[in-house]
């Protein structure tokens, strides 16, 4: 899926509150909370390029709903 169809898509435009310039922030912050404090998983082809994923927060939980110091994560410098 490309930036482009994603900064048209009526949903991530209400979650970044109508400002299209806070969807590309707002995607990477919910995949680093996902893939930290939730669980991620991917799908790729024959090549092992990837071709989806799927992201969740484990029962009871909900995203962003407690404190994690992703500074001291190596997962922020790779998105």
């Known amino acids: ?28 912050a919910m995949l680093r909370a996902g893939a930290l404090a939730g669980e991620y998983y991917t799908a790729t082809n024959t090549d092992g390029e990837l071709v989806g994923f799927s992201l969740w927060m484990p029962p009871g939980q909900e995203m962003f709903s407690r404190y994690v110091n992703y500074s001291r994560c190596s997962l922020v410098t790779q998105i």
Request: without cysteine; hydrophobic residues 50%; charged residues 15%.
């Open 1 to 28: 899926m490309s930036l482009i169809f994603i900064l048209s898509d009526k949903g991530a435009i209400s979650l970044a509150g109508g400002d299209q310039t806070l969807i590309k922030p707002q995607a990477i």
